[in-house]
């Protein structure tokens, strides 16, 4: 399995599938599943039943679906645009990523 390159709060963009070109931020990222939650991104409707106890009425509730990680690229904080990145490790054993754009690193 390839290294997850995608961190929570990542701006990312979503590469192919139906929510394509679509950008939004990392959720929860499901390393084992190789896939992440996106803010808005790969919406589903989900049902739920009334719960007196919760005091929630049931309806359909919208939320987002976990999406491969491979159909994400991360949108660099450094020049902006959607990048592959790779990884470095620093002097002192820090690990960063790289965009493969402009060369910055991030954590
Ligand atoms: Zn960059």
């Known amino acids: 399995m390839s290294k997850v390159n995608v961190k ?3 701006q990312v963009l979503v590469t192919t599938g139906k929510d394509r070109g679509a950008k939004g ?3 929860r ?5 190789g ?3 996106v803010e808005r991104v790969n919406m589903i409707k989900k049902h739920t039943k009334p719960n007196p106890q919760k005091q929630s009425q049931g309806g ?3 939320r987002e679906a ?3 990680i491979s159909n994400l690229k991360v949108i660099c904080p450094e020049c902006g645009k959607p990048s592959r990145l790779g990884r470095r ?3 002192d054993g820090r690990g960063v990523r790289v965009c493969k754009s402009c060369d910055a690193t991030f954590s």
């Open 29 to 33: 990222v499901l390393a084992s599943d």
């Open 35 to 37: 896939k992440a939650v």
């Open 66 to 68: 976990p999406i491969q």
């Open 25 to 27: 931020r990392v959720l």
């Open 89 to 91: 490790r620093l002097e």
């Open 8 to 10: 929570k709060n990542d």
């Open 60 to 62: 359909i509730l919208e």
